[in-house]
């Protein structure tokens, strides 16, 4: 049987070493939260609303790498794919609150968020004001009518970038929680996997697939998607991954719209710029206006092969915050 080949010391340290080399990229920007698996921005003003995201490593560079100016201000991160213990999330809030309340962004699975209303329940039993924003962005995972059961994906990048914009313009702690939710409302994402990821810790992939097929909608740590289909050219699967995307919020003509293009870890930029050739004649076929574009590893799952698509649906209003700079290892604007 196949094994994943990975450039590691100890496997079972893996998640603590990699978060060490991010730290040690950014120069100073970021700080070590004492005690515990977390980090917060050095340059942490006073007053602000704060952000925290969170959840498991091995979705590098989220989530620690999108802490910064103009977008996260903390991050509590776990193993590879698990969720951080309540008392990580809350050793973040305490670090990250300046007294105007904290909002938790992070994707919607069942270890997070039990892990993060634990720590929002502790937080309250400190006096310090939270709320919860999860993400819900992949349309594969649940159908529209239950969309607070769909997974977070990808869509958390850019619900960050719009949150951590809004905290740094607006002073009223229920106004930032108000866009950030209207960004998330807005976003959707669906993904195809060719190949899977694996877990370092155990030298085994999290599942199998057949080198003649692929999985439209495979989550991030495996779960299933919503079909297997036979290997087939790039322009029928995208064609595919956006009918279904498009059909969703839905999207229509005269829309404005971010892209992001994500790959899942082991894909090429020949493959994504593909996929992005055909996406921008789709948006434009429809009168859908691409306002921006992202390509590449936003949002990853170890070395799985395959992309996933994030369309985050523009106002006036968000088009000016994620319009506003930001800075972090991973987002730089």
Known sequence: ?????????EPLNVAKEQ???????????????????AVIRSDMPQGKVAIVTGGGSGHEPLFAGYVGHGLADAAALGDIFAAPAPNIILKATEVADQGKGVIYIYG???????????????????????????VWDDIASAPL????ERRGVAGDVFVLKIAGAA????????????????????????????SAGSVPQTNTFTFELPADEIEIGMGLHGEPGVARRKMKSADLVVD????????DLPFSSGDEVCLLINNLGASTYMEMLIANRRVAEICRNQGIKVYDTLIGGYCTSQEMSGLSITMLKL????????DQPCHSFALRK
Request: overall charge negative; hydrophobic content about 35%; aromatic content about 6%.
């Open 145 to 148: 009518e239950n969309i607070k």
């Open 1 to 9: 049987m196949r094994k994943p080949k990975k450039l590691i010391n």
């Open 19 to 37: 978060l060490e080399g991010l730290v040690e990229a950014t120069h100073g920007q970021l700080e070590y939260v004492e005690g515990v698996s």
């Open 108 to 134: 919607n699975y069942a270890g997070d968020n039990m892990n993060f209303d634990i720590a929002a329940e502790l937080a309250d039993d400190d006096d310090i004001r939270t709320h919860t924003v999860r």
């Open 167 to 194: 905290s740094e313009c607006y002073d009223d702690f229920d106004k930032v929680v108000a866009v950030t939710e209207k960004a998330r409302d807005n976003t959707r994402s669906i993904g195809v996997a060719l």
């Open 315 to 322: 106002d006036d209003e968000l088009k000016a915050l994620y």
């Open 240 to 247: 595919e991954l956006m009918q279904q995307l498009l059909d």
